[in-house]
């Protein structure tokens, strides 16, 4: 599986989390999405554990099965 995170804006609209270079950071590991994710926002993410309310979030990617051929998977 692969993960990205998001964050939330003052509006109440969530955002893909980009890297320097404007790709979308993309990650193999829940944890590593969450360390990244409390990397770049350690203020959003501690006060989620303190005054409620998500301003950040992990997301799962659910891959399109149109990927399958080009991926190599034995779709039996």
Known sequence: MRYKIEVQDDTGVWADVRGA????????????????LAERFPILVQM???AGGKRTRVIR???DEDDWPA????PG
């Open 61 to 63: 990617i659910i891959e």
């Open 48 to 50: 989620e554990k303190y």
């Open 21 to 36: 270079d404007g790709a979308l950071l993309v990650f193999d590991d829940e944890q590593a999405a969450r360390a990244a």
């Open 71 to 74: 991926r190599g998977r034995d």
